[in-house]
């Protein structure tokens, strides 16, 4: 079993950056579909990155800004977020599925990860202007 645990949120202000920490305990692998999401009071879930076999992706509204990367040594996956903008205001979740990889990968992320196989249980990030 897979437990994922988040953690860096915090409150900054805009322009500021955070590092987001996902925890993994029992075992993940290169090849597991990883992303991060947010979803904000009243919005629907958003991905905001993914990897899988180091393959990244991004969704326009944060390229550029955001990056994820993956260290297995430690088992933990990251998010850089750089110039932070109030509308980044989330809870942001890490999530995990050994099902997916390639386009499928990015087809599940791009849809939200439903049914994701393992899900954190977020962390809170804050942005004023």
């Known amino acids: 079993q897979v437990q994922l645990v988040e953690s860096g949120g915090g409150s900054v202000q805009a322009g500021g950056s955070l590092r987001l920490s996902c925890a993994a305990s029992?075992?993940?692998?290169?090849?597991?579909?990883m992303g991060w999401f947010r979803q904000a009071p009243g919005k629907e879930r958003e991905g905001v990155a993914k990897?899988?076999?180091?393959?990244?992706y991004y969704p326009d509204s944060v390229k550029g800004r955001f990056t994820i990367s993956r260290d297995g040594t430690k088992n933990t996956l990251y998010l850089q977020m750089n110039d932070l903008r109030p509308e980044d205001t989330a809870m942001y979740y890490c999530?995990?599925?050994?099902?997916?990889?390639?386009?499928?990968?990015?087809?599940?992320?791009?849809?939200?990860?439903?049914?994701?196989?393992?899900w954190g249980q977020g962390t809170q990030v804050t942005v004023s202007s």
């Open positions: 999530a995990a599925d050994d099902r997916y990889t390639g386009a499928a990968c990015v087809a599940v992320f791009k849809r939200g990860f439903p049914n994701a196989r393992y």
């Open positions: 990897i899988s076999f180091g393959a990244t």
């Open positions: 029992g075992y993940t692998d290169s090849n597991y579909c």
